[in-house]
């Protein structure tokens, strides 16, 4: 089937800078719209950012400026790119992509990664 995997998480003073990325793989046809959420303890998940097969981003506004979600659709991998970091936003990170597979290429579903922790100490 399809698999989601995030890397790039860890530990960072404020101010600084953190990549994840998200590879996905298995029998897949094509990837629309990727994503990147997050969750913090005893919050609900975050949209955080998302990014559309042709390329036009999104994002929540405590992000905005700060953040950059791009995608390389030949490694069929997303990023997010994150700067200026804030305690705030320390969280575990998701990645999310609707995805087609070969077996049903019209027939787009949505998948989840694992997730990453993202610590921002002060």
């Known amino acids: 089937q399809v698999q989601l995997v995030e890397s790039g998480g860890g530990l960072v003073q404020a101010g600084g800078s953190l990549r994840l990325s998200c590879a996905a793989s298995g029998s897949i046809y094509s990837i629309d719209t990727m994503r990147w959420f997050r969750q913090a303890p005893g919050k609900e998940r975050e949209l955080v950012a998302d990014?559309?097969?042709?390329?036009?981003?999104d994002y929540t506004v405590s992000v905005k400026g700060r953040f950059t979600i791009s995608r390389d659709n030949a490694k069929n991998t997303v990023y997010l790119q994150m700067s200026s970091l804030k305690p705030e936003d320390t969280a575990v990170y998701y990645c999310?992509?609707?995805?087609?597979?070969?077996?049903?290429?019209?027939?787009?579903?949505?998948?989840w990664g694992q997730g990453t922790q993202v610590t921002v100490s002060s």
């Open positions: 990014i559309t097969s042709g390329g036009s981003t």
């Open positions: 999310n992509a609707d995805v087609a597979s070969e077996i049903k290429r019209y027939r787009l579903m949505n998948y």
